[in-house]
């Protein structure tokens, strides 16, 4: 694995050599993170930041030293995401907010809009999604310095998902049609590594994941659109995006069970657990829960009451 090897002793003076092996580890540490969870890289990311950490102390030319403070950004924003996706959101927290600093010293707005999405993301995940809307706030400011219609649209997106959470169905709506519309200004702008993830088909899956929070919280009308978004969205995802692919069939699954279609409920949810078997990720177990509720409330039927006890299982 990458990251726990010896790495060589820090020079005096850096180029951009330097910069760019920081910038392929994050690289391969955030493809690892995709598609097995952060519980599998997120030691060896830390690795990696003790080395990195010291060509801050290199002289370089104030290029170099700029695009150094963007890369170490990123590969603390990741170390922090996958602290996160490991069950550790202090740890994610703390590193984020480093990462805020390191992007802010480099001048990337860009980068700095999308570690608030990331601390956002983390607030929301626990329950906190008036603190997530402060941070995808601020993040918005930033991707709009940054002049990033891609970043504006993932903030939009999760600003969304945090109405949604909140009850608030015509502020949810309001958000994913100003994420649908950033994303179509985007077209052919340049788009950093760390962004790279967010697709049209990312992009469905953040409109099906607020439909099934309207649907959970608000109407469950809702779930007929998510269906339609999501059962499209775990089609279109690759081996390389297991991870969102699983949490995609989770929501599905859920749908199915708020529509009344138990048999097919218990089938996606097996799909699941089954695509998630080897991936390190605490926050899909986290994710699991929603799921598992739904299915108690259905314990009277067969297909229901042992989709909860095959959660159960897997989560224990």
């Known amino acids: 694995m990458p990251g726990t090897g010896t790495y060589p002793r820090t020079a005096n003076r850096i180029g951009l050599s330097e910069v760019r092996r920081v910038e392929e580890e994050t690289s391969t540490f955030r493809a690892l993170d995709?598609?097995?969870?952060?519980?599998?890289?997120?030691?060896?990311?830390l690795a990696q930041l003790s080395w990195a950490y010291r060509l801050?102390?290199?002289a370089g030319t104030e290029r170099v030293k700029a695009r150094l403070c963007s890369a170490l950004g990123d590969l603390t924003s990741l170390a922090?995401?996958?602290?996160?996706?490991?069950?550790?959101?202090?740890?994610?927290?703390?590193?984020?907010?480093r990462a805020l600093e390191l992007a802010r010293e480099g001048g990337d707005n860009g980068l700095v809009a999308n570690i608030l999405y990331r601390k956002g993301r983390v607030y929301l995940h626990y329950d906190a999604p008036?603190?997530?809307?402060?941070?995808?706030?601020?993040?918005?400011?930033?991707?709009?310095?940054?002049?990033?219609a891609l970043m504006l649209s993932v903030l939009c997106a999760n600003q969304a998902w945090a109405h949604a959470?909140?009850?608030r169905r015509d502020e949810a709506i309001r958000s994913l049609g100003r994420a649908d519309e950033a994303f179509s200004r985007a077209g052919d702008e340049y788009v950093p590594v760390w962004v790279r993830f967010f697709?049209?088909?990312?992009?469905?899956?953040?409109?099906g994941t607020v439909y099934t929070e309207l649907a959970i919280g608000v109407d469950p009308a809702y779930a007929v659109?998510?269906?339609?978004?999501?059962?499209?969205?775990v089609d279109r995802y690759g081996t390389e995006m297991t991870r969102s692919r699983s949490f995609c069939l989770v929501l599905l699954a859920i749908d199915y069970l708020l529509m009344g279609d138990v048999d097919e409920a218990a089938e996606v949810g097996g799909h699941a657990l089954a695509a998630a078997e080897g991936m390190n990720s605490a926050r899909f177990a986290d994710r699991l829960r929603p799921l598992e509720t739904e299915a108690v409330r259905r314990a009277e039927h067969t297909e229901?009451?042992?989709l909860a006890e095959r959660i159960a299982t897997f989560a224990a």
Not at 34 to 45: I, K, P
Not at 80 to 97: K, L, Q
Request: aromatic share 10%; hydrophobic share 45%.
């Open 34 to 45: 995709y598609r097995y969870g952060g519980g599998w890289c997120h030691e060896a990311a």
């Open 56 to 58: 801050l102390d290199a």
């Open 80 to 97: 922090g995401w996958t602290a996160f996706d490991a069950g550790f959101p202090d740890a994610a927290h703390a590193r984020f907010d």
């Open 130 to 148: 008036s603190q997530a809307l402060v941070a995808f706030t601020q993040g918005e400011r930033a991707a709009t310095a940054a002049g990033s």
């Open 165 to 167: 959470k909140l009850g």
């Open 199 to 207: 697709d049209q088909n990312d992009l469905a899956a953040m409109i």
């Open 225 to 233: 659109a998510a269906c339609d978004e999501l059962t499209c969205v």
């Open 304 to 306: 229901a009451r042992e």
